[in-house]
């Protein structure tokens, strides 16, 4: 039986599930398989971005899915963010037709200014590595570009979908990334809302203040990298091998115990039951079926409490690795 998962209402008035299949980090061979199986399995939220180099595969295990019947492209909701090199205008809407093309899918539900970083502009045709990186080797690291969030928020705006603006190929918009006082600097200027807030959130960085400030002002929270350190430890971060596994920390496995669920699921409910939308990976069908389960079961207030008491401002995803210090 499919498992229906709960929706928040965003600020442009779209419903946005409350978990999602994530692909940062799903190889280009077999994204598109493991996107169709997601959504097989129920999940109707995919979570993509320019930078993670898989749109195309996972755009056709989408229009696998949609062929086959198992949903309409309506029953969807896909998002895709702006990548650092493409924060002025012109080079905004060139990479999101790209992306978009590279998808397949008509339009976008959701798209993010990814970091609130603007570097030199690389041509597409000479995009190699979509990273901080201008070479193979990843010696040098791209030049900062004088573009303002404001020129590239405009830029977005401009891409949504509305009467007057027929052309538009997106229908929600946001953010990744930011912190408070730069969404409150796009909150003065911005004339379509601040749709979503994407966030590193887990129980070793919460973000409370961060979270609260958001939600009162209408914009969803996604929060990424669920299980703190476990989406790192392949990327060889010397702080998420040196943290202790959220999986294995006495509070979330005794609460694990308790209803009979996995830690992961656990985690995954004291995002959710907060409000905070959830976009795990997984490469195993299995735990792609237990991270959508994971509504199924509520947390107690103490044992929300409880989980969030771990909070010690650890973050894995942090560009200053790069020089760019944007959570200082």
């Not at 999986?247 to 992961?264: H, L, M, N, Q, R």
Request: hydrophobic share 40%; aromatic share 12%; with cysteine.
């Amino acid at each position: 039986m499919t498992i229906q998962i709960p929706s928040l209402k965003l600020a442009s008035g779209y419903d946005m599930p409350l978990v999602g299949f994530g692909i940062w980090k799903v190889p280009r061979e077999t994204c598109a398989d493991q996107v169709y199986n997601a959504i097989k399995l129920g999940y109707r939220y995919i979570d993509g971005a320019w930078d993670y180099q898989n749109s195309k595969e996972a755009g056709e295990g989408v229009r696998r899915a949609i062929s086959e019947g198992l949903v309409k492209r309506e029953d969807l909701f896909i998002t895709s963010k702006l990548w650092n090199n493409y924060h002025k205008r012109e080079h905004a809407f060139e990479m999101a037709k790209l992306e978009l093309e590279a998808w397949g899918v008509g339009y976008f539900d959701l798209f993010l200014i990814h970091f609130p970083i603007s570097l030199e502009f690389i041509p597409f045709d000479e995009l190699r590595w979509p990273c901080f990186w201008t070479d193979a080797a990843q010696t040098k690291v791209t030049p900062l570009s004088k573009v303002p969030i404001s020129e590239t928020w405009k830029a977005l705006e401009d891409m949504v979908q509305t009467p007057e603006n027929p052309a538009g190929f997106v229908r929600s918009i946001g953010v990744s990334n930011f912190q408070s006082q730069l969404v409150t600097d796009v909150l003065s200027y911005a004339k379509i809302p601040v749709s979503v807030l994407q966030i590193e959130h887990h129980p070793y960085l919460t973000q409370p203040g961060l979270t609260k400030m958001a939600q009162e002002n209408n914009i969803a929270v996604t929060g990424y990298s669920s299980f703190g350190p476990q989406s790192f430890l392949e990327l060889n971060n010397k702080d998420a091998i040196n943290a202790k596994s959220l999986f294995e920390v006495d509070v979330v496995k005794s609460i694990a115990e308790k209803y009979g669920k996995t830690p992961s699921q656990v985690l995954l409910r004291w995002n959710t039951q907060r409000n905070v939308i959830v976009i795990p990976k997984s490469n195993n069908v299995d735990r792609l079926k237990q991270n959508l389960e994971s509504v199924t079961f509520d947390l107690s207030d103490d044992e929300i409490k409880q989980i969030s008491a771990l909070n010690k401002g650890l973050r894995f995803n942090d560009p200053d690795a790069f020089g760019f210090p944007i959570f200082a």
